[in-house]
């Protein structure tokens, strides 16, 4: 039996009937049973209690199996204030109503007021005592806000029906259960675990951000590791290098498998990516991997959007399958547009490897590699770009900064307005037409009840009428599926990336300020002038990067959003054209002859 | 001035604020204002308040100062129970939840149970002693139930508003305020005054009924007065003797009048009828002393629809005329089509009077006509048509019964559904149209802040699709007004006339019973062998009457459905169309290129 002791970092609350178990800041506890998955361990405390703990949540008292390259950096950077986000107060903000306010109040007033100061060393540690990340926790950088889009189908999974899923479905009960509560107007449910989840997403680790703040590259003295990655000015400013071949992959064929003699049960998919069109077997759980490898690689410099499962369940197995299926095919053809993220060795291993044995040394590569975290932008090469000095640098930051959080309002407005609509669409109005439809169809079997004669034209014409509205009520529940989905789908996949932007700009933010103080560690004697010149010709690098990064979110925004407003509105042409036809028919029925 | 003592009939609670006066039944007062007008009195009692009673409630001490002809038959007829409707038990079952519910359970078992005795005289001595009808209290034969069709322009007029209207809209104030109250799931608005009006409309005279039972025209020893009316086999079994010229007139042309030195104003109307195209003036007191003449006159036979106008109120002088126009339109209409009331004399006289002297001369001569009540049977005449049996007769009975009961439910059904559908449309949905256009317009602004270039198509795309949601929400917001205003009024028209019918119906009903009576007062020696066949002879052209009533009922009926139906669905068909068609023009802004 395992039986590793380990440090409680972050009090940890039970919650009731879950076989969980409350823990201190402080207290040893001992690991009983490391094999739990889904981010939780069995744990024993000195009172002898039995229970599941985040593994989050606690550091084992262990050698590190591994060794990432985030810290290897000989760097002394103590003379920093801690100015960078942690993994707990970034949280905060991602969870909190405004993840974007902090950047806002303090724009020109640096961060040390809300960021509070962490230690680096048991973050590292815990990155990398797992060969597998504890999937599905959730990118504390995305916005984890309450998902309030009612599709009819899903369903409140909190409860007995949890276990059910469990380990069908790799990872769905790390999010901690569905809490049901009202939000907005109209009383919208809230999935995706505000409450339970959030907490263990807020204190995940955060391995983008965690190994080091953006010093460690602005004073880099090492030489730049890995694919560079090239920034030319392109006819809106900078752009990244884009690849003559677009690529694309279909998610298809989801298949379920099972493994421990039947005891656990997960789906595989096929991914085929257009480059090869050789299918590769992916479980979620590899789909996740590749996010944290993704998100701890180019989180700073590009928003990575967490997978979009917290957020489907079905009531049905099938719904549920379609539905993952359809947003991780979303997501994956949002990373193969994206040049810098689809040409990445990591991406480009996930889509083809060769055979077993190619994944598994792939995937090794892969945690090892040591140009993560901010040390992502000493591979960005601005080419023939002059520098920009620190006012330009911050002008543009703010503006993004600006534009992301008004549109991030403006789709969630979209969002709850959309939202409030499927709800009226798929009740009430079509209850409305049921109900007109039966008052005719009613009138109509007392006309016919009279005996006078020859009301017979009346009365099918009437019976004819009150049935359209009854088709029309169908059509009207059924349509929002039609077209309103895919309007809610891409938003809520904006609403997903816009959330990652607090983030991403922060560490811009974050940087900004150091180079602000450069001049006074010059005159403390702490760095060098040179160094100084360093740092600001590298804020002017994360510039151009940034800048490449919002010209890249802009044209996808702007062809996606086109898209689906064409794909939206030739919907509801087509359905006000069918309802127009249904009653011109029932129309005709009727003769005052 | 004015000093006549009267004694008070019911008991009268004034409502606050209302200038009126409370009075016990058998309580002796002072008369000391007859010109209120509006079926009220300016009263004092014993303690020396004075303060307005309704006229209906007092019997004024006085000789009558003309004679009716009701009561004028020189028949004995005390030996009959009296198992006739009197005005209060009718009202109480007309502004019960089911005016219906009395026929059938009582279908054979005869009415004693339910018809409570009430002495003549009293009702008689009333009716005769106002030259002027007190009009506007509507008539307690049609059901007045609440109306809760909610026109966005109508308003509860209670309280102050009521002094502002009362005297320029002729008998709005005799409606006893309007109350507004929860009806119906969505919690509509109880418009008509159920509950102050209705209590007065209660006790009011109730000429049809009030001077006889039907035994006054069973046992009648007259010779018919008046003109024939004749009953024919039709395709479709009894009608009347329709006129090869349909007769119809147009209400126009509202204008306001005063009098009284501006004291005092009204409207006036024209009148024009299709036959000499002459216009006659009337104000709203001439129609409802038309309605008063007919209901006492023809009521017995043919359900005569109270005038509209209790329900009918707004919010600007204009709508208010508008719709008070259009409904007296409808129901003048609705008087033109019955063969029997628009070739009658004072209908005659109403449309086509030559001058004052004329009108004023016939008006006395129509309040005279002795053919009134049950006597109006005496004038028809079965062409050619075989006695009936009293099982025929009866099953008739119960059939239309049974019809106009479901068709009565039926429509009541449709009005509630339609009056939710007309909420809907001018409430939340156009509500909704407008924030998703907003949403829309707000993201497009958002974009255009982006600073990106070349998001011009999107943005004016985006900010189009905006607008046309917005004006989609106006559309829908106006849209009931093009259609389910018609369908709302034709079905209030019916619902008006359906509750006519367990009024009309139930003298027929009361006849039957008197006949199955019969035997026993033969056998009793009170009537003679021949009295009793000449009693079901009566009661079989009674049958002959409200069979042609019902066929004539239900042509109409077809006609109206018909029409009404393809208005409605033709104005549906434009309507989805037209959202169709600027959904395609805005479609047709965006581009995926």
């Known amino acids: 039996m395992f039986s590793t002791q380990a440090q409680v970092l972050y009090d940890f609350t039970a919650e009731p009937g879950n076989n969980e178990l409350s823990v201190r800041e402080g207290e040893t506890i001992t690991i009983t049973n490391r094999n739990i998955g889904g981010g939780w361990l069995e744990a024993k405390n000195s009172r002898g209690e039995v229970g599941l703990v985040p593994e989050d949540y606690i550091e084992i008292n262990q050698a590190k199996p591994f060794t990432s390259g985030g810290n290897a950096a000989p760097l002394d950077l103590s003379f920093f204030d801690s100015h960078m986000p942690t993994p707990a107060s970034t949280a905060q903000t991602s969870n909190g109503n405004d993840p974007w306010a902090v950047f806002d109040s303090n724009a020109s007033g640096g961060f040390s007021n809300n960021w509070a100061a962490q230690p680096e060393g048991t973050e590292t540690g815990k990155t990398s005592s797992n060969a597998w990340p504890s999937g599905g926790q959730g990118h504390p950088q995305a916005y984890q806000g309450p998902d309030i889009y009612p599709y009819p189908c899903l369903i409140d999974l909190s409860g007995a029906e949890d276990d059910e899923w469990d380990e069908e479905w790799d990872d769905v009960k790390s999010s901690g259960g569905y809490a049901e509560s009202e939000a907005g107007e109209g009383g919208a449910i809230n999935r995706g675990g505000a409450h339970g989840s959030s907490m263990k997403i807020a204190l995940n680790k955060f391995p983008g951000f965690s190994k080091s703040g953006p010093e460690l590259y602005l004073l880099s003295k090492l030489p730049a590791k890995g694919t560079k990655l090239s920034v030319y000015t392109g006819e809106v400013g900078p752009v990244w290098a884009y690849p003559d071949y677009q690529l694309d992959c279909v998610v298809a064929d989801p298949k379920k498998g099972s493994k421990m003699y039947g005891l656990k049960s997960y789906i595989e998919y096929q991914v085929i990516p257009t480059t090869t069109n050789k299918p590769v077997i992916h479980r979620y759980k590899h789909f996740d991997w590749l996010y944290e490898r993704l998100l701890e690689k180019f989180g700073s410099a590009i928003p990575i959007p967490s997978l979009p499962d917290k957020q489907v369940t079905g009531r049905f197995e099938e719904e549920f399958i379609k539905m993952r299926m359809e ?50 932008f000493s591979t960005i090469e601005p080419e023939g770009l002059p520098d920009l000095d620190l006012t330009e640098v911050e002008q543009k930051c703010e503006q993004f900064n600006r534009f992301t959080k008004a549109m991030d309002d403006g789709v969630k407005d979209l969002l709850t307005v959309g939202n409030e609509h499927w709800k009226r669409c798929t009740g009430p109005l079509p209850k409305e037409y049921q109900r007109i439809g039966k008052a005719f169809q009613n009138l109509s079997s007392v006309f016919i009840s009279s005996g006078y004669e020859g009301e017979a034209v009346l009365t099918d014409a009437l019976t004819a009428a009150g049935k359209t509205y009854e088709e029309i009520a169908q059509m009207v529940a059924e349509q929002p599926k039609k077209d309103l989905h895919f309007l809610m789908e891409t938003n809520n996949e904006y609403k997903g990336l816009l959330g990652c932007f607090p983030d991403t700009i922060g560490v811009h933010k974050a940087a900004i300020e150091k180079v602000k103080e450069a001049d006074k560690l010059v005159a403390a004697g702490k760095i060098t002038p040179s160094d100084k010149i360093t740092m600001s010709k590298r804020a002017s690098t994360m510039s151009y990067s940034l800048q490449a990064e919002m010209n890249h979110f802009h044209s996808n925004r702007i062809y996606d959003y086109n898209r689906v407003m064409q794909q939206y509105l030739e919907q509801q042409v087509k359905f006000y054209e069918m309802i127009a036809e249904k009653l011109r028919h029932a129309h005709g029925q009727f003769t005052t002859m």
């Open 327 to 376: 947003r991780l095919q979303g997501w994956m053809s949002r990373m193969c547009r994206h040049p810098v993220v689809s040409s990445s060795e990591v991406f480009q291993l996930f889509l083809s490897y060769k055979d077993e044995k190619d994944w598994k040394m792939g995937k090794r590569k892969a945690e090892k590699d040591e140009t993560v975290g901010v040390m992502v």
